[in-house]
């Protein structure tokens, strides 16, 4: 069973920053892509970015060049480093681990003032 724990979420004023940290249990988190998605009030979650096993990263448009993931397979961690934010950036996020299924988890807060 997977478990994945995020953190690192709160209220902050626009052209602050964030970093999120996801932590998993199990022995599968080297073996797995990890993705950050985001869902405001009255939308549709969204996909963020996501971290292969290798390291490669990709980018949803509103937020390349401000937002990076990184991980770290020794912590079981994948982190989102959230600078310049935006109040359009305000969601709950959540990450995902993908392993021949999604695991979520329970998602943080993030609010960004303007």
């Known amino acids: 069973q997977v478990q994945l724990v995020e953190s690192g979420g709160g209220l902050v004023q626009a052209g602050g920053s964030l970093r999120l940290s996801c932590a998993a249990s199990g022995s599968i988190f080297s073996l797995s892509t990890m993705g950050w998605y985001r869902q405001a009030p009255g939308k549709q979650r969204e996909l963020v970015g996501t971290i292969s096993v290798r390291g490669n990263t990709n980018y949803a448009d509103a937020v390349k060049g401000r937002f990076t993931i990184s991980r770290d397979n020794a912590k079981n961690t994948v982190y989102l480093q959230m600078n310049n934010l935006k109040p359009e950036d305000t969601a709950v996020y959540y990450c995902?681990?993908?392993?021949?299924?999604?695991?979520w988890g329970q998602g943080t807060q993030v609010t960004v003032s303007s």
């Open positions: 995902k681990l993908t392993w021949g299924y999604d695991y």
